[in-house]
């Protein structure tokens, strides 16, 4: 019966094409959910980073360069480092010869976070802060007092370098707030952000830039920064052989303020999962809605065949051949045409991945690649259109093997 | 010949054409329905704020939070007086983080915002579901005091007899700590809210842009920088309502020019967010539109196959007498009436999922902002997806009814 | 009324050519009632669709009412015109009846018999008067709303023959009318065409392969190979 196929080629092309068509489209859908995941837990897993300390909501974290030192002391802890942000209203401004341009700042301690980043990260960076003698690597901040000297070194984003001229070695101005006195910075280095320039985020002008934490703090227009040292975050990073749940109970014995901030790397990647779960949930859906639409094709199309053969089903049922046969051979049938649809399907899917990829990328403006085209992603759902297909294969070739013997015999027209 | 019972002489056929087009048309209502309720949606949340201009410090925008305006009154009051196509600007300083709490409780993160009104404009606040707007509301009479004047800080805790401690808090924050008009709540800038000042409580609102429920407080812009020591009057934004809102462009472009700041009209603003919804949109309309093409090659292929069916039956019409015309009107009718039938019964389901989407996404813990519809039904939606299907019904009957014609009636009956 | 002069038809099955007809010639006049008779293959069915346009002559002229009908047509193609031409007559001077009857299943009988008259844009009312009548006359009047599923072989064929009658035609076409009925149903149908001849005066022509139904025509015309064999008077009755 597989020979049927050929026999009304027109009406099995359709099929076959009607099946690659929303298999490609399954698969650029897969691929793209596959991508977001994929991202959001690279970059975690990627990372040095053990736990992270990140009060909830904007409680801070206070006397940020003493907790750094105290907790660097502790057994296992390869690494500490804090980050200060400071975007949206409260950014700082920067006097690009009369231009006025926002700057969205993280305050670090250099040296610590340059040992807390993963090869990969580390790559991004052309040049970098200079080494200091002090612990900190923050003059500035030196003996608790912010009186050191200032060493005004930034390290710049490709965006903002890019879109203002600006090259490693300038000197420019930057204020916490417009009215508020300027410091001169010179750029030390250049950071890719990963933003294109382009897109969405090219639109809304993300610029960044990374300065020493106490500097930062200083130059912050909020009062209440370099009162209390303040920082946002802190990253641990932990020998191998430590034991992350003990340390984390140290943490939270010692800092219980903080308790209800502590993150393991795990749990951030959980977090970044379930986070993806439902957008995964929703690509995967709306690229199966066009697949169902095929298969119910498929199984009329089948339907009609089998009414066509009536005669010639009843004479191979009065000729001795079983419900079974019949039963099988339709179904191969149209199970045939279901898979010679899918793995055609598979090439166009390849592309309309990478397309549908790129064009969220590019749309959004990111580096970020959104297409994970990988073997388990294909075998996923290579595996949800067989099962369906077996399911709506099922009901026509269930009406062939049933046909009553006499009836299909007289049947005419 | 009767197109419409044709389609019930094959019922199980007819019921899986229906149901798999219907799938498509599905698909089609909801996202055209979402792609619109995005759109629809901060478009509203825009106008239904009254808000003509915005602006924020010079090289911010509205999405990254902009720079800080300082001297802000004072650049208020010259802008106001200079353009009389002017007649209110509020100024507010947003972003600030401090913490609250009732006595006695753990405080908790909250986002204080200042405001101060110059002028008389029909722009709106946040609704108020309990309580009242602060007394002095727009008004700010603090900043008429001495103390603010002369910055004469009397105790640490940056508190001053002239302060009205006037503010209203958010729907969160009124839960969160069971507070009502009348009742106090302390701002301190440390978790163990040391050095605060009170406030007394005379609303609750709700800010219909806000979804994750965030607990904000609303007092007067002077007494907010004072209590932050921010000498210079900074705001971080300024809503300015004209009177004639067409002319929001215009003002927006003479302030950008004579002012250090960044003014963008209602109509630019709307337009921005418009840009960023595209990407959504874009996407939407590929998916589908490949789950449109589908459900077309399945409707045109058993269009096709149930005509060649009736090859006989055609050629004996023809035979008897009847025309080409007719012939082809019964197919094309065939056709639409089954693209029909898929379209009342797509749109039926695909509203009742888009509503439903909507429902599901205005609920829970990440829900939407409450001013914000994920979904947005009208009649040119509706319009349009009928037009697709009409032409689909209409492309789908094409090619049978040209080979209806082309029936040879001779060799038909005869048995070739 | 209709006349065929030299008529051929020319089939091109492959590269072997198929005669269906060779050089036919035949006139039937008004109020003939004729039979056409031959083994499988000598071409009467051919002849019919020849003589009820809904085949072209390879060569050769089909006259009717002294109207040579494919005159201005090239070999073997019909311009719009002429089709639409054609299917007029065929709607309203010619009736069919076929082996299979062909009536629409979706439709009752009496709307079946209607189908003709609605084409030919006969008013409501009128064409259900004359629907009831024409089924009334072949005896289905207790069956106007019943569905051709509902109906045996020989009803059917009835139905069918109501609606040849449909739009008054001035002759009947029946190919093999009683090649799927039984032989009583088969007596009774050739007994209303024998009604219909006599008492209406509508010309009649029977296709069939059937002696003893070719018998009760008329004339009968013997075919074999694509030629006419024979032409008989068989005695008035």
Known sequence: MIKDIFRRKGRSAMTIIAIIASVALLLSMMSIAGGIRQNAVRHIEEGNVDVLISPHGDHAIYDAHEMVRNISEWNGVNGVSPNLYMFGTLMPVANISGQIVPVGCIGILPRLSWDMMGDSDREKYDGWFSDTEDFFDDPHYANGAYSGPYTGEIVLGDTMMDALNLSTGDTIKIAGAIGEPEREFRIVGRYETGFTGGGMIGDMKIYMGMMRLSELQDLAAYRDLRISDRADSMSVSLDPMADTKEFVKELKDAYPDYADGIKTKEDMIVDAQEYSAVSTAFYQAIGSVALVISLLFVASVMIMSVYERTNEIGMMRAIGISRRTIFMGTFAEGLLLVTIGAILGLIPGYFGSVAFGNYMASSVGINESFTAFTPEMIENALIEVIVLGTLFTIYPSWKAARMNILDALRHTG | ?416 | ?237
Not at chain 2, 20 to 29: E, F, K, N, T
Not at chain 2, 208 to 232: R, T, V, W
Not at chain 3, 101 to 111: G, V, W
Not at chain 3, 190 to 209: A, P, Q, S, W, Y
């Open chain 3, 1 to 237: 009324m209709i006349k065929l002069e030299n008529v051929s038809k020319i089939y091109r099955m492959g590269d072997q050519e198929v005669r269906a007809l060779d050089g036919v010639s035949l006139e039937i006049e008004k109020g003939d009632f004729l039979s056409i008779i031959g083994p499988s293959g000598s071409g009467k069915s051919t002849l019919m669709h020849i003589m009820g346009l809904i085949d072209i002559p390879t060569s050769g002229k089909v006259i009717l009412d002294g109207v040579d009908i494919y005159a201005p047509a090239k070999k073997g193609r019909k311009t719009k015109v002429k089709d639409r031409y054609l299917t007029d007559i065929r709607l309203r001077k010619i009736g069919f009846v076929f082996q299979q009857f062909y009536l629409l299943p979706t439709m009752t009988a009496l709307e079946n018999v209607e189908l003709p008259m609605k084409e030919a844009r006969v008013p409501k009312k009128e064409r259900k008067e004359r629907s009831k009548k024409l089924l009334d006359n072949v005896g289905l009047g207790h069956r106007l709303d019943h569905f051709p599923k509902q109906m045996s072989g020989g009803e059917q064929q009835r139905v069918a023959i109501a609606r040849a009658l449909a739009n008054n035609p001035e002759i009947l076409l029946a190919d093999e009318p009683t090649g799927e009925v039984d032989s009583k149903t088969s007596e009774r149908i050739m007994e209303t065409f024998r009604k219909l001849n006599r008492e209406d005066g509508i010309t009649l022509v029977v296709v069939t392969h059937d002696p003893s139904v070719a018998e009760k025509a008329d004339k009968i015309l013997r075919m074999r190979d694509g030629r006419i064999e024979s032409l008989t008077h068989m005695k008035a009755r």
């Open chain 2, 1 to 416: 010949m009767n197109p419409i019972r044709n389609l019930s002489r094959r019922p199980g056929r007819t019921a899986l054409t229906v149901a798999g087009v219907s799938i498509a048309v599905i698909m089609l209502v909801v996202m055209l329905s979402i792609s619109n309720g995005m759109q629809k949606s901060s478009e509203t949340l825009v106008k239904d704020r009254g808000v003509d201009i915005f602006i924020t410090g010079e090289g911010g925008n509205m999405f990254m939070g902009g720079s800080m305006i300082y001297n802000g009154t004072a650049m208020a009051e010259d802008i106001i007086e200079k353009n009389p196509e002017i007649r209110e600007i509020g100024l507010s300083l947003e972003g600030i983080y401090l913490f609250s709490a009732p006595k006695g409780r753990n405080s908790t993160s909250s986002d204080v915002t200042g405001t101060y009104s110059i002028g008389k404009g029909d722009m709106k606040d946040y609704d108020i579901i309990e309580g009242d707007f602060m007394p002095h509301r727009g008004e700010d009479p603090f900043r008429n005091s001495t103390y603010y004047r002369e910055w004469n800080i009397t105790q640490d805790a940056f508190d001053s007899p002239d302060f009205t401690h006037e503010c209203t808090i958010s729907q969160s924050l009124s839960e969160e700590f069971d507070l009502h008009p009348g009742d106090t709540i302390y701002i301190s800038h440390s978790k163990n809210m040391s050095h605060n000042l009170s406030l007394t409580v005379y609303g609750v609102f709700v800010n219909p842009y806000d979804s994750s429920g965030s607990k904000e407080i609303d007092m007067h812009l002077s007494e907010l920088q004072f209590f932050l020591d921010m000498k210079n009057d900074p705001v971080s934004a300024m809503y300015v309502d004209l009177h004639d809102p067409s002319k929001a462009t215009e003002v927006a472009d003479w302030i950008n020019e004579n002012y250090p700041l960044s003014a963008i009209s209602q109509e630019e603003f709307i337009s921005q967010i418009n840009k960023f919804m595209r990407t959504f949109d874009s996407f939407s309309i590929m998916i589908s539109s490949i789950t449109v093409l589908v459900g077309a090659i399945f409707i045109s292929t058993i269009m096709d196959i149930a005509v060649r069916e009736r090859r006989r039956e055609i050629a004996a019409m023809r035979a008897i007498g009847i025309s080409r015309t007719t012939i082809v009107t019964d197919i094309f009718t065939e056709g639409i009436s089954l693209i029909f039938l898929a379209f009342i019964l797509g749109t039926l389901l695909g509203l009742i999922i888009a509503y439903g989407l909507d429902a599901w996404m205005s609920t829970g813990p990440r829900r939407m902002p409450s001013g914000f519809h994920l979904v947005s039904i009208d009649a040119i939606l509706i319009a349009k997806v009928f037009l697709i299907s009409m032409a689909l019904g209409i492309l789908s009957s094409v090619i049978p009814a040209r080979w209806a014609t082309k029936i040879n009636i001779s060799d038909a009956l005869r048995g070739d």
